[in-house]
Nanobody
Framework: QVQTVESGGGLVQPGGSLRLSCAASQFTRNLYAIAWFRQAPGKEREGLSC????????YYADSVKGRFTISRDNAKNTVYLQMNSLKPEETAVYYC????????????????????WGQGTQVTVSS
């Protein structure tokens, strides 16, 4: 059983930055897709970014492209999400997820494809 734990959330002013971390008990060989999602109150869960554990290829939603960067440290079993130029409407609970499929195209975007989820970390963007 893989467990993921998110950290790094908090309160940040509009235009500010945060770096989220996703620490996993193990990223096994058959968990190829590691992704970040977010969910705001009353809204559907939204895919933000995904990284392939196989080859490091990254994917981004249009809404965060150019502002968010996903990266990984295999030695630490940790995936990061650097978030810059944050907006108030991005206030949400941010989740890390791991899935046993090869990410490509837009298949990473669908939350139902992921097997493991963390408990989430709250990000509040407000002045």
């Amino acid at each position: 059983q893989v467990q993921t734990v998110e950290s790094g959330g908090g309160l940040v002013q509009p235009g500010g930055s945060l770096r989220l971390s996703c620490a996993a008990s193990q990223f096994t060989r058959n968990l190829y897709a590691i992704a970040w999602f977010r969910q705001a109150p009353g809204k559907e869960r939204e895919g933000l970014s995904c990284i392939s554990s196989n080859d490091g290829i990254t994917y981004y939603a249009d809404s965060v492209k150019g502002r968010f960067t996903i990266s990984r440290d295999n030695a630490k079993n940790t995936v990061y999400l650097q978030m810059n130029s944050l907006k108030p409407e991005e206030t949400a609970v941010y989740y890390c997820a791991a899935g046993g499929f090869y990410p490509g195209g837009s298949n990473w975007y669908h939350s139902g494809r992921y097997n493991y989820w963390g408990q989430g970390t709250q990000v509040t963007v407000s002045s």
